[in-house]
């Protein structure tokens, strides 16, 4: 009887030590698991060609910095409530220069499903560490570090016969990858 109390005391403590070892290892894989991280930049930028024109507006929000060191990303408003899901990290921004205005925004954006759209980007898919991307229905792949610019200019006449050319670059940056 001691022997059989001895032998299941000890077949309970080595299954014990198993299960939590794989609990360990389970929440370590979960945390070093990596996302990859996307950056939408939108820039406009204008300038005046003849006449006068007022100050544009003022934008002044950055909502994130990313860290590719540590593969962190900091978020300054806008918690991750629920990480579970995410495929992607998609930080939006904007810029504003010249006659348009003067600023940065940004903010960040969780992608649980592909295709996913935020206005004329299009994110398709994501595999062997190669993003296949849609803008203004031109088709690319992007892969860790890579970068696509897509610019356009057009020339405006304001009410008050000023005559302004805004050029606008779209910019998809495939930063890296963060810990989830």
């Not at 000890?10 to 991280?37: D, E, G, H, M, W």
């Not at 909502?63 to 990303?73: A, D, T, V």
């Not at 792949?141 to 606008?168: A, Q």
Request: glycine residues 6%.
């Amino acid at each position: 009887m001691k022997f059989t109390l001895k032998l299941a005391l000890a077949i309970f403590t080595v299954y014990s030590c198993s299960v939590q070892k794989r609990n360990i290892t389970t929440s370590a894989a979960k945390s070093n698991s990596l996302i990859p991280f996307v950056e939408y930049f939108v820039t406009s930028e204008g300038e005046v060609l003849s006449g006068q024109s007022f100050p544009g507006r003022r934008i002044d929000s950055p909502g994130y910095s990313y860290n590719p060191e540590m593969q962190q990303l900091e978020l300054y408003r806008n918690s991750i409530s629920d990480s579970t899901g995410i495929k992607l990290f998609l930080g939006i921004g904007r810029v504003l220069k010249g006659v348009s205005g003067k600023g940065v925004s940004s903010f960040i954006k969780e992608v649980k499903n592909f295709p996913y759209r935020h206005e004329e980007l299009i994110i398709e898919s994501y595999s062997d560490s190669t993003l296949k991307f849609t803008l203004k229905d031109k088709s690319f792949k992007l892969k860790p570090k890579e970068s696509y610019t897509y610019t356009e200019s057009k020339i405006d006449s304001l009410p008050n016969n000023t005559i302004v050319k805004t050029t606008t670059k779209w910019k998809v940056d495939f930063r890296g990858f963060v810990k989830k």
